[in-house]
């Protein structure tokens, strides 16, 4: 019971030290980049894992890109955005009216090596392909994506269904809209015309997968993607590095340089360093994920990475006064590359909901009221610090239907005329508190959810408190945890909130779809449910991009505006900054990475990290 | 001993339950639904039950609780949801980069915490000892955030004797370049009030009488400091080092986010944020089964400081 | 004779809270001869221990201030005066201190050996061997049994007698010429405090050292010194051969102090306080008349118990409780306006008995017969009626004392709670004539207890149990920390409200004299046993146990004539 | 008690105010110069925060009456790129907008609602180009926010303190003082409570009332309040538990029993007053703990909300604004409050001294 043994404090401390050698003794894998060139960059947010069909977060997505290939794909330069192959022969057009889409990846694409190959070279074919399509709908890998196989292929359906019903998911069982028609061919028929469809093909998460190394990796296929793109994961420590390397197996690519633009600076220089090499060239890519944006700034100030993607507004004024890089920056021979992101941010009115929801007059006017009353400029001017444009509609630019010449008074910050619309509608203060009343006499408060851990949101929701106070509505701001933020949204238990949307393909359907009534519970977090805009958006899919198609999605945009179920917000303007011994940068806007079209002035780069 | 120790593993039971239980009310009733998280951005009702169904989440919640105590009793946690990762990889692999941090905090914060304040509680009453105390009163009043921000500012930017952030695979780099700015704050933070509590326990027993007694045989000053004071005190400091032990296995979540530690605090936060339940789950009695053990580790070790202890 | 040490003109201040000053001692002046033990003795707030400390300079250093003009002469050398390496010197080797507190004197957390063989480690040389067998042949010399074993203890596994011996043996260690005892045995039990007398006494003679011997005990006094010095508010009030002190007092304090304290072989009606000898009064008849004790035969018995125990339970292992009897079958009777005395040493239950039969404790068996019903059986409250009529006085009047609540709080409460008179009016008026009763001026009505002296405070908490009007009250160690001089007042007043209202007295004590003086019937007891009841004269003169007679002989006899010759 | 003697007019004539414990407290902290530096201080920050409270001072806080990042006086000349970008907005395109009058159902009522638009006059604040101690992003007043910010902080410590007080107190001295089932009960409460991780049970409290419709007017700053005060009482809960424990064994419980007191009047007319300045001193320790907790809500975005400001949304928002240069919220909020809690602290200590002179 009694411990005879003498023990003195300095036992603590031999224990303590005796922990430390052990931690000491981690593999201590000093990968050494003698000759290679390594390109590091800090990611905005962690990833969760690089199994294509099971991820949909951007920087999952972005290093997907990297590790498999699309059958299709964008041209690196062209702008506006073109579809060109990219193991695929040809980019079909929609046949059979645009139900039916049919690709023929070019043979002698052989997958990265790796250990579940034992040793044997394996080349890509069309049942990869398939493959991959119905493990989107496999309730086991819960894909986000699987909503872009839903009610859409042939006989996919009834084959989830059957599957479901049988308790097992057979992937050997085949679907007749999803046809493999011989080794390198495979063709898709869909239910109703579609021809937004092709662009799913060059998601980078609608790729091709090797079956032996799904099943192979199945406990951990998040940690263990094989493909044939030129990089393969060398390292990964989930959630603070990631390391890619060169893929020794990688066959190259080229830079297209036909539809460059001859004035752009940027085209110019990437067919420079870039034009007439093999590509990929960076030998090994090291990505950090840091989430707070004073490391991530000062790291890449600290001269830590090569280039800034995003870098955040607030530093913005200081690096680009006026729009110009600063002396500082001068000095440094830093770039910025400015991209207009494909992205549109609004504020959501649940239209379900008894204060703000509702289609009669009066709801329509208090929704409008309350745009007319939310001062924009000062969201471009404060919030995104001048690096937005004002949204004139759900599409942004760069996305096939965006309409430049749309825009509405209805959206322009006029609180003369937002107080007259509730006066008109009754929405008065009535108890004589000093706020606005519900026309029934009610007292009126309403309520904004916003995301809890989130600067910008919290900036909005100060910003909507303010204008709302301004014109006499009370408001109040309700800061919820992201998952809680999304049920609430999803259920409609919510009157307003904010969100944002990056283009999934540049379509403005992918854009559309988010007010198209059946939605509602999908995406139509709005729960907009107006017939006349349903009926435009089934005539739209139906038809190829077209003068009249552009016509459709105006009459949409109309009736946007007109029922006002969002506020309409900005489309951010994103700044990247780069060092100067990053040669041929430029950044796609539906790509995530440039990684492949890239090179480092190796001695530039030691020389510039040393300073 | 044996019987103290298995008697303390006994009472760990229900305090373990209790902790289950809170943690399965707070999160499986109230918060928010992992399905939705998971689901994505465009997603439908058949796709969130299935999800749902994957999880579990649709079972009745005595069953989810039943499945919980039996991850507890199994030490498998299964895996993370938003994920896929192994819990107990998750959790094995963050903890040591918060060690990496926090161990030397604890060390270096008790070393010079105990040394400065002999050194006060010796000079007690004087202007130095006045004047040290009221520069740990004004350095507690600083929020860590500002410190945590200027800090990188001016150590890692500015002046640049710090990387801004980052961290590597091998101890050796991260211990030699990154871990000393957190390290260094942390227990710049720390110190002061560990400092003026090892004070209060040194005045604490130079009252004492054995302390007149040491004097009486003649003994230096500085020996009855150093022997008899310092051997006293260390019974209340190892008990405050032992409350707060437990806590370098969390770490602190502000220095993982703001110098890119992959370590459990952050984990912990971006787990909560994205309703990553087996995560949280998992941290939580992993955390709190720590804390208990290290508790009873102190306890134990108090044998060897102090001979009046009896274990029973 | 040749001194040792003088104290000339010595004179100590003390700062305290708040800037105000404190004259602890006023210029006092004493001789310690070579090879003599001289005691100093006074009461609480007299100055002796601070005038023993500022010997060795051992005063809180923040604090004390030394009046210029004194001088600490050992051997000739000003100690006021010497540096403090020179102090540290003769600490421990020419001069050497035992405290009163052996417990805490004692550093807890190194062994016994450690702490011995440091000062000889320290003063004479030694290697930690020879320390360490030197060590082992000291605490054999102040008679610690098994030595060697003991060496490797903690202070906390020996007993407090070991305790003082091994502060002794770390004393006596480097064979000191000065010896300062400051109260050595106050916080022993009788019979080790006579064990400790006799070993400092047999070290004092065999190696050759002075004494300087601090207590408030005269008895204690007469059993050692050769010269006492009697201190009062700092001031010496008279100094000379024991012999002389004891047997013509000249200074009336020291008069008082021999007088006031309760002696086994006289028994006055009253006992004679300070004030009877520093007024004109001077003694009157009550304090010579002797007063008859024990129970009669026709006394009514108002409280029978029967069998009474006690049971702690400490839990031990997993599930596993032992008990520990704390009293074991005690049974006696407490007649109507008598006293019970109930002595033992400290563990042996007495205070136990006390607090189970009015059921502070709750009883593991036995019965507690009070006006025939048994006590420990009734309800909650049914209990409630006979609360008020069973009242306790504890030991400690600065703990028993809610600091919070003004004097008149405390002796409203019970009447409050027992509803008794019939308005807050009457019940003030009534709480103001207990105060008169028990000598205490109206105006402590609105106080705190804080602003009362210790002997004020005892007043008072028996004042709240004469609220109650009790038919029994128990007085535990309710007069043991009280100065001798206050001790004797709070018995006369124990006395007279026994006389003046025939309530009957449970008296738990370990002062055998004071027991002796106030009981009627006398129950001594051991480790939860009852050695002996009897009527208390009986007892004293002729005990039947064997424990009986070993603590009576332990009851230090004061001076005796026999030592003078 | 007191207030029954007093209220006693019969007792009158001979009644002096006898110096209770407080009233010594009070005496020896009017001694302690730190000390009432320290309550002067703090006295003077919750006098300000009253009249920010009662609209006084600060009503104007959310006013935008200088430019986005607007100088502090001090420094007039210094570039404000932010404010730059502000001020040059950008003109609509030239093209018309586009017509919805066909599908508009308010069309009807254009006319209507164009003359109503007429008559509402609306008027633009000039913008400062430079404040006292400079603007924030929106051009509000810093100093002006750091006083409004103070008052919420103060407000939340204060209140989350007196909640924490509460609870542990409660608890403690229950379990302190009755000990057995209940004290064991008590004792797995506080085990569990402190198992957890502090920040993850923050986390776990802040989802649950924000997500439950039951706390739907319960949110802002109250909300925090709980959530501070719910979690933070363990500390509390310990030393009360351990000061009910030695008090429940001393001599003058003994004899309140002895007197018939019941267990309620022994436990919180006896044995509270006599821990009260432990309670006293915890709750003072805990308004600067928990004043500081509340920034590090505000950096998770579970602080105060947007319509009011707190020193930690303040210092939240700082985060990024020391790197452009604009370090004045930064100091504002960080200085305003590094003095409150270091005087708050000091005063704590002194007051601990005063209460309890036995610790030095």
């Known amino acids: 019971m009694r411990w005879q043994v003498r023990k003195s404090p300095h036992d603590w401390v031999t224990l303590l030290f005796a922990i430390f050698a052990l931690l000491a003794l981690q593999p201590a894998t000093l990968a050494h980049a003698a000759e290679k060139k390594t390109l590091k960059i800090a990611f905005r947010a962690a990833e969760t894992g690089f199994d294509p069909q099971k991820i949909e977060d951007r920087y999952s997505v972005g290093i997907c890109e990297n590790i498999f290939d699309s059958l299709i794909t964008y041209d690196w330069l062209a702008r506006p955005v073109k579809l060109v192959p990219q193991i695929v022969e040809a980019v079909p057009t929609g046949e059979e009216g645009g139900t039916r889409f049919t690709f023929r990846i070019r043979p002698g694409i052989y997958f990265a090596d790796d250990p579940i190959f034992k040793g044997k070279r394996r080349e890509l074919v069309a049942r990869d392909m398939e493959y991959a399509i119905k493990r989107f709908r496999d309730p086991a890998n819960r894909s986000p994506y699987s909503w872009l196989f839903e009610d859409r292929v042939v006989g996919l359906d009834e084959f989830v269904a059957a599957a479901k019903k049988s308790g097992k998911y057979d992937y050997d069982v085949p679907v007749a809209g999803l046809k493999v028609i011989d080794k390198y061919t495979i063709s898709f028929k869909l239910k109703e015309p579609d021809y937004t469809f092709i662009y799913f093909f060059a998601m980078p998460n609608v790729v091709p997968v090797a079956r032996e190394a799904i099943e192979g990796y199945a406990s951990d296929t998040m940690g263990h993607p094989v493909g044939t793109g030129p990089y393969v994961l060398k390292e990964w420590v989930r959630r603070s590095k990631i390391v890619l390397e060169k893929n020794p197996d990688y066959r190259g690519h080229v830079l297209n340089a036909q539809y460059a633009d001859p004035a752009d600076p940027w085209d110019q220089e990437a067919i420079k360093y870039l034009g007439r090499k093999t590509l990929p060239l960076i030998d090994r890519i090291e990505i950090s994920p840091i989430e707070e944006e004073q490391p991530r700034f000062l790291a890449f100030m600290n001269r830590e990475h090569e280039y800034i993607e995003e870098t955040p507004f607030a530093f913005v004024p200081q690096l680009l006064p006026n729009g110009k890089l600063s002396p500082e920056m001068q000095k440094r021979n830093m770039r910025v590359f400015r991209e207009e992101a494909p992205e549109t941010t609004w504020d959501v009115f649940n239209l379900d909901d008894t204060v703000v929801g509702g289609y009669q007059s009066q709801n329509i006017g208090f929704r409008r009221a309350l745009v007319l009353a939310h001062d924009r400029e000062q969201e471009i001017a404060i919030v995104r610090r001048g690096q937005a444009l004002a949204a004139q509609s759900p599409v942004p630019p760069g996305i096939i239907g965006f309409d430049p010449t749309f825009h509405a008074i209805e959206q322009e910050y006029n609180p003369a005329r937002a107080k007259a619309l509730l006066d008109m509608f009754g929405y008065i203060d009535k108890d004589g508190d000093g706020w606005r009343d519900l026309p029934s006499g009610a007292p009126l408060k309403l309520t904004y959810k916003y995301r809890a851990n989130e600067e910008s949101a919290r900036q909005q929701a100060e910003l909507w408190a303010k204008c709302l106070a301004d014109v006499g509505i009370r408001m109040e701001a309700i800061a919820v945890q992201f998952a809680d933020l999304l049920k609430d949204r999803k259920v409609g238990k919510y009157q307003m909130s904010g969100i944002a949307w990056t283009a999934d393909y540049p379509d403005a359907q992918n854009f559309l779809q988010l007010l198209y009534g059946p939605n509602t519970n999908i995406s139509n977090d709005a729960r907009f449910k107006l017939p006349e805009y349903d009926r435009l958006y089934t005539q739209a899919l139906k038809i190829p991009d077209s003068p009249e198609r552009d016509q459709l999605y105006r009459e949409m945009n109309r009736i946007i505006i007109v029922y006002a179920p969002w506020r309409l917000g900005v489309h951010r303007i994103f700044n990247h900054f780069i060092n100067q011994w990053v040669l041929g940068y430029k950044k796609h806007p539906i790509l995530f990475t440039s990684f492949k079209y890239l090179d480092i002035d190796a001695a530039a780069q030691k020389a510039g990290m040393q300073q | 001993m044996g019987a103290y120790i298995v008697r303390r593993l006994w009472q760990m039971i229900p305090t373990l339950l209790g902790v289950v239980l809170l943690i399965f009310f707070l999160f499986n009733w109230v918060g928010g639904d992992p399905a939705l998280v998971l689901a994505g951005k465009i997603t439908n009702a058949e796709q969130i039950e299935n999800i749902r169904k994957q999880l579990g989440v649709d079972q009745p919640y005595w069953y989810q609780l039943w499945v919980f105590i039996k991850q507890i009793v199994t030490f498998d946690f299964g895996r993370s949801w938003a994920t896929n990762e192994a819990v107990s990889n998750i959790l094995i692999t963050r903890v040591g980069p918060t060690l990496t941090i926090m161990i030397p905090v604890l060390l270096l914060e008790t070393i010079i915490g105990v040394i400065l304040a002999i050194g006060v509680a010796y000079v007690r009453g004087t202007l130095t000892d006045r004047i040290t105390m009221m520069i740990c009163t004004v350095a507690m009043s600083i929020s860590f955030l500002v410190y945590i921000i200027v800090a990188q500012y001016i150590f890692g930017f500015q002046l640049g004797w710090f990387p801004v952030q980052g961290w590597s695979d091998s101890f050796t780099k991260n211990i030699v370049t990154y871990a000393p700015l957190p390290i260094l704050l942390a227990v710049f933070v720390s110190l002061a009030p560990s400092l003026r509590l090892y004070r209060s326990f040194f005045l604490d027993e130079v009252n004492q009488d054995y302390v007149r007694t040491a004097r009486a045989k003649g003994l230096s000053e500085k020996t009855v400091m150093m022997k008899h004071v310092l051997r006293n005190a260390m019974i209340p400091i190892l008990t405050n080092v032992g409350i707060s032990l437990p806590g370098i296995f969390v770490g602190s979540f502000l220095l993982e986010t703001f110098f890119s530690i992959p370590g459990l605090g952050r984990e912990i936060l971006t787990a909560v944020n994205r309703s990553d339940f087996p995560v949280i789950k998992a941290a939580t009695v992993y955390l709190a089964v720590v804390t208990m053990v290290v508790n009873l580790a102190v306890d134990v070790l108090y044998k060897a400081v102090d001979p009046r202890v009896v274990l029973k | 004779m040749e001194n040792i040490l003088q104290v000339k003109n010595l004179g100590v201040k003390f700062r305290l809270d708040g800037g105000t000053i404190f004259e602890a001692v006023k210029g006092t002046s004493f001789d310690i001869p070579r090879n003599s033990t001289v005691a100093l003795v006074g009461e609480s707030g007299s100055g002796k221990s601070v005038s023993a400390m500022s010997i060795v300079r051992l005063l809180p250093r923040e604090q004390a201030i030394v009046a210029p003009g004194s001088e600490v002469l050992f051997n000739g050398e000003n100690l006021l005066n010497a540096t403090d390496a020179r102090m540290r010197e003769i600490r421990g080797k020419e001069i050497s201190v035992i405290f009163q507190e052996p417990m805490s004197s004692l550093n807890p957390v190194f062994s016994v050996g450690n702490q011995v063989s440091e000062v000889l480690r320290l003063h004479m040389g030694m290697s930690m061997r020879q320390a360490w067998t030197r060590s082992e042949e000291l605490l054999n010399e102040v008679g610690i049994p098994n030595p060697k074993l003991r060496l490797n203890s903690y202070p906390h596994e020996l007993s407090g007698g070991q305790q003082q011996r091994v502060m002794i043996a770390m004393a006596i260690a480097c064979e000191p010429k000065l010896l300062i005892a400051d109260e050595p045995t106050t916080a022993l039990d009788v019979t080790i405090q006579k064990q400790i007398l006799d070993l400092i006494a047999k070290l004092q003679a065999s190696h050759h050292m002075s004494v300087l011997f601090i207590t408030h005990d005269l008895a204690v006094v007469g059993e050692i010194a050769d010269t006492v010095v009697v201190m009062q508010n700092g001031e010496i009030k008279e100094q000379g051969a024991a012999k002389q002190i004891f047997e013509t007092p000249q200074h009336p304090y020291t008069k008082a102090l021999l007088m006031c304290r309760p002696s086994v072989s006289k028994r006055p009606m009253r006992l004679p306080v300070i004030d009877d000898f520093m007024g004109a009064a001077g003694l009157q008849p009550a304090h010579l008349a002797q007063r008859a004790r024990g129970y009669a035969a026709d006394d009514e018995i108002v409280l029978e118990v029967k069998n009474l125990s006690k049971h702690f339970q400490l839990k031990e292992g997993l599930f596993k409780k032992r008990d520990v009897p704390a009293v074991k079958d005690a049974s006696f009777k407490l007649a109507r306006g008598k006293t019970l005395g109930l002595v033992g040493e400290s563990g042996s239950g007495k205070t136990t008995v006390g607090l189970t039969l009015m059921r502070l404790h709750s009883a593991s068996g036995g019965e507690v017969l009070f006006d025939g019903v048994d006590l420990l059986k009734l309800s909650e409250r049914d209990f409630m009626k006979y609360k008020r009529r069973i009242q306790i006085v504890f030991q400690n009047p600065y703990a028993s004392l809610n600091p919070r609540f003004t004097v008149g709080q405390i002796l409203l409460e019970p009447m409050t709670i027992h509803k008794i008179g019939k308005d807050e009016q009457e019940r003030v008026q009534m709480a103001m004539a207990l105060l008169k009763r028990v000598g205490m001026p109206e105006v402590s009505f609105y106080k705190y207890p804080h602003e009362f002296s210790g002997g004020q405070r005892q007043r008072i908490a028996i004042a709240r149990c004469l609220t109650m009007k009790p038919d029994v009250l128990i007085c535990d160690e309710s007069v043991s920390a009280l100065d001798v001089s206050v001790q004797a007042q709070v018995l006369n007043l124990l006395q007279d409200l026994q006389d003046e209202y025939k309530m009957s007295y449970i008296f738990i004590s370990h002062d055998l004299a004071v027991v002796k003086y106030i009981s009627d019937q006398v129950m001594v007891m051991s480790d939860g046993d009852v050695v002996e009841v009897a009527n208390s004269d009986e007892i004293y003169l002729n005990p039947k146990q064997e424990y009986t007679k070993k603590l009576l002989g332990s009851i230090p006899k004061g001076w005796q004539e026999d030592k003078a010759a | ?360």
């Open chain 4, 1 to 360: 008690m007191s207030a029954v003697l007093t209220s006693n007019t019969t007792a009158a004539p001979i009644h002096q105010a006898s110096p209770g414990l407080w009233t010594l407290a009070w005496r020896r902290l009017k001694r302690d110069k730190v000390g009432m530096i320290s309550l002067v201080v703090v006295a003077f920050f919750l006098l300000m925060i009253v009249g920010s409270y009662t609209g006084l001072i600060a009503r104007n806080w959310s006013k935008e009456v200088g430019v986005s990042y607007a100088n502090p006086s001090f420094l007039a000349g210094a570039v404000n790129l932010e404010a730059a970008k502000t001020e040059s907005r950008e003109g609509a395109a030239k093209i018309p907008y586009v017509d919805l009058s066909d599908i508009d159902p308010l069309a009807p009522r254009y006319k209507e609602w164009e003359e109503r638009t007429a008559k509402i006059k609306v008027t633009e604040t000039p913008r400062s180009e430079t404040l006292l101690f400079g603007g924030d992003k929106w051009g509000r007043d810093v100093l002006q926010k750091a006083i409004k910010g103070a008052q919420t902080s103060i407000f939340v410590g204060l209140f989350a303190a007196l909640i924490a007080t509460i609870i542990g107190t409660t608890l403690g001295a229950l379990s302190g003082y009755l000990g057995g089932r209940v004290g064991d009960l008590m004792e797995w409460f506080y085990n569990v409570f402190s198992s957890i991780p502090y920040i993850l049970l923050i986390l776990a409290f802040a989802a649950v009332f924000a997500s439950s419709p039951a706390m739907a007017d319960f949110r802002g700053v109250p909300m925090v309040i709980a959530i501070l005060g719910l979690t933070g009482w363990t500390g509390i809960y310990r030393l009360i538990r351990a000061e009910f424990i030695k008090h429940g064994s001393r001599e003058y419980v003994k004899a309140a029993e002895a007197i018939g007191a019941s267990h309620g009047r022994r436990m919180f007319v006896h044995i509270l007053p006599n821990v009260s300045h432990v309670c006293l001193v915890q709750l003072s320790q805990h308004v600067v703990q928990f004043i500081k907790a509340e920034v590090i809500l505000s950096y998770l975005g579970l602080g105060v909300p947007v319509d009011a400001v707190s020193w930690g949304t303040m210092l939240a928002e700082a985060q990024s604004e020391l790197v452009i240069g604009k370090w004045w919220q930064l100091a504002a909020a960080g200085i305003s409050m590094a003095i409150l809690v270091t005087a708050f602290s000091m005063l704590t200590d002194s007051l601990r001294d005063a209460l309890d002179p036995k610790i030095k």
